[in-house]
């Protein structure tokens, strides 16, 4: 539900709908004017003016400037008489918005907004070229409400899925019982709060919008608080989510029989998901904490102290427990040593070929024979990660080697290996 807080698309869509309307409508009471004028083009530019005056009293930020192209471009349409909603027209929005950010093509905002987009857009219109009706005409608007949330929501989990790691059980029974009320009672009203806002008498639709979000305040707490309401999935390979989107918008957008074998790519990617591996031990780049891989999940060498690190191994691997459960697996084993603070490597004694040190500070041994990771090592790698093979191989992966040398990165001059043990 968390789109219902996010000044983004449905905002953008539904304040300027509200707009559209009300403008059509007046324009529809008054007869004279109705008869000679365009009003649908005019409504919609009234619509776009609101929707631009939406735009900079919220900030502009990057969710909502996307979402104000995709307005615009659906406005526009209407406006020379073109069709509002149409493939063409998300792909329109979708290359303006590449043009003025593509950084935003590997954002969960982006992939998720165009993902429900180009899904609805698809769905609909096959149910309207197939003549496919929503039963009967009183309740076609609920059943438009049923099918919209189900394929915005199925559409965008699994990429939910992927950068989040959580997948919400319920999503669909909490957007049915809450997305309603936002489109005809909380925009509504905060339409109605703006207009008569210089009168002072926007208390009359801050009232009206009291309403319609306490009760989504209480569908969120309601099924948040059920029974498995979240579950937790393992992060995904690198190549994962583009054969999904590959297999989606092939599924979508391809005429024939080969647009089946988008099904198929969707079906392998899910495939590959599910064997998705993650790493045997993990080192945080500050050497603060150690995660390594066990039967019951990854257990953390410290209940307290980065936070942010361990909630996202924890989330990465599909665990759902927190650092002080994930803290209680921890046993210090023989091959690999967390020493942490001051006290801890003073009290370090030594030790052996094959071993593997992590230390938080400095440790004033030089020419261990065991590997060491400290501080000033990582500083020049970054986190780093084991993985263990077959016959015990062993292979490290560090940060610096997955993010490359960019000109963002700065990494300092990496030293010869044998000065700080990282092999």
Known sequence: MAHLLAISGLHMGLMSGVVFAALRLTFALVPPVALRVSARSIAAGGALIAAAGYLALSGGNVATQRAFIMVAVALFALMIGRRAISLRGVAIA????????????????????????????????????????????????????????????????????????????????????????????????????????????????????????????????????????????????????PLLAMGFLTLLLWRGRLRWGGAVAMAASFVIWSGAPRPDVLVSDSCTLVGVMTPQGRALSKERGAGFVARNWLENDGDGEDQYTAARRWQQGDTFIHISGKRAAAAFSGCRKGQIVVSSVSLEQSDLPCTLHDPESLRHTGAVAYVFGEQGAMTIRTARAAAGERLWTQWPEEKPRGEYHAR
């Open 94 to 241: 979708a290359t303006i918005v590449l043009i003025l950010r593509p950084e935003a093509l590997m954002g969960p905002g982006f992939q998720m907004s165009f993902a429900a987009t180009i899904a609805l857009v698809a769905v609909f219109g096959w149910m309207r070229d197939g003549q496919i009706p929503l039963g009967p005409r009183w309740l076609q608007p609920v059943l438009a409400v049923v099918v919209s949330s189900a394929v915005a929501g199925f559409s965008t989990a699994p990429i939910a899925a992927a950068h989040f790691n959580a997948i919400a059980q319920y999503g669909l029974l909490a957007n049915l019982v809450s997305v309603p009320l936002m489109g005809v009672l909380v925009i509504p009203a905060a339409v109605v709060a703006v207009v008569l806002a210089p009168l002072g008498l926007d208390a009359v639709g801050l009232w009206g919008m009291s309403i319609g979000v306490r009760w989504i305040l209480y569908v969120a707490h309601f099924i948040a608080d059920l029974p498995q309401a979240r579950t937790y999935v393992v992060g995904p390979g690198s190549w994962v989510l």
